[in-house]
């Protein structure tokens, strides 16, 4: 896998070429079960595997951190069906796994409405079922061949907002053309549209969301600083390899900033793994804030350990896609300037 990331990440972050191959060929490591069960680790061994894959390729960690945070809706939601019907195939990498909960997260937060509603839409041997209305702007991992997605919805007739999984593959669930973004392009992300589309109560993940994403916003964002911590990673390397002229010119600062970023991961690890972020969500904004500043110190050094062949079209130092990734980093949802917002309250 590692090679193959090194050979494809400028493909990966330009082209959709190989946008279908991503997940199959994580599926294949067994990454994907990582952190689930207690005898595959916890949520901060997946972590590590989001840090790593970032080193290497964002679009690849970014499509694992979709992956493997649907994984997460899954096992902390109440629908055995669902567990019992997608999860092998989602370990596998057979099923897209996509969280549309960006717009759910500032709902959380009270920064906006949601933006998908639920109709009852009558009642069958028993179960009900409801019809989904609205449209989300971006969600990550929507694969042609096969996804299904994470949805919050207000719930029309007055009942508390609640999660749902919806399958592609009704016709009135459209998946609109990718949004064309300036990298990540094999990430299939797109819009979507539901008109309509019709589940029943066992495709319902939670039946509460405020308090369902309040539960598993810690693995949610501390997944998502993982992509922080890999790309960081790797911009520092650039100058523990340059010459010894660069490095004694850049190596003090190189030196703190490893130092700091070691030290928001550790307390990343920490307040994930003692329950304090549950409580205390805050604490996770700051290091997520704070992380989005170190990888931007990063990869500064990163260009300036590099030097002129950073700006040489076809040297192939991967400068130029490290810098496009790490802009992708304080914009993804819930974005720096959402949780500067909410600590200030």
Sequence with gaps: ?????????????????????????????????????????????????????????????????????????????????????????????????????????????????????????????????????????WATNIRMAEFVVAIAAARVEGEEPAIYAVRGGDAALIRAERVDLIGLQASNTAALEFNGAVVDESSMISTDAAKFLAKVRPAFLGLQCGLSIGLARRCLRAVAHASPHVEATLGNDAFALDGELKDLTQQLFDGISDGKFALEPQGLFRIRIRLADVVDSATRLDLQATGARAYVRGAATGVARRRREAMFIPIVTPSIVQLQAQLKG
Excluded at 34 to 52: F, K, N, R, T
């Design 1 to 137: 896998m590692v090679r193959w990331l090194e050979e494809q990440a400028e493909n990966l972050d330009t082209s959709d070429d190989c946008a279908d191959e991503i997940l199959p060929r994580l599926g294949k490591t067994g990454l994907l079960r990582v952190g689930v069960a207690p005898a595959d680790g916890s949520i901060c061994d997946a972590i590590e595997v989001v840090a790593s894959l970032a080193e290497y390729s964002m679009t690849a960690a970014f499509v694992f951190w979709s992956q493997r945070a649907f994984i997460e809706c899954l096992v902390n939601g109440t629908s055995h069906r669902l567990r019992s019907e997608l999860l092998g195939r989602l370990y596998r990498g057979e099923v897209a796994g996509a969280v549309g909960l960006s717009n759910a997260m500032r709902f959380l937060t009270r920064m906006e409405p949601l933006q998908v509603t639920a109709s009852e839409h009558g009642e069958r041997d028993g179960m009900r079922y409801f019809a989904l209305q609205g449209r989300l702007p």
